[in-house]
């Protein structure tokens, strides 16, 4: 499956129901389980982000799905990076020309 890192923050809807997180969050899990993904880490953070995951789908429309319905909700911005293991590195360096 492919990897994620998803960086998050909290609308002020979010904000406002920030002692909520922790439930919102095992409810999206759940719900990204259902679609076939899976929220390996999740880590409430200071700094320039609220939230950051690291997720695995089985293919971007899956994710891009999940973090719609997210969304959707009005707790949460994302940005989303697609993040390569070392095996699938190796595998991308040995195209180089």
Known sequence: ?????????WTDQG??????TVTRYQDAANAFERM???LEDVYWTSGSYDLVAVA???DDETL???LLTVGGSGNLR???LRAFT??????ILSKLA
Do not use: C, H, R, W
């Open 78 to 80: 994302t940005q989303t």
């Open 56 to 58: 695995s789908a089985p």
């Open 15 to 20: 904000v406002k129901a920030a002692k909520d």
């Open 36 to 38: 076939g993904g899976k």
């Open 86 to 91: 070392e095996d699938e590195m190796t595998s």
């Open 1 to 9: 499956m492919a990897k994620y890192i998803v960086l998050m923050n």
């Open 64 to 66: 891009a799905a999940f």
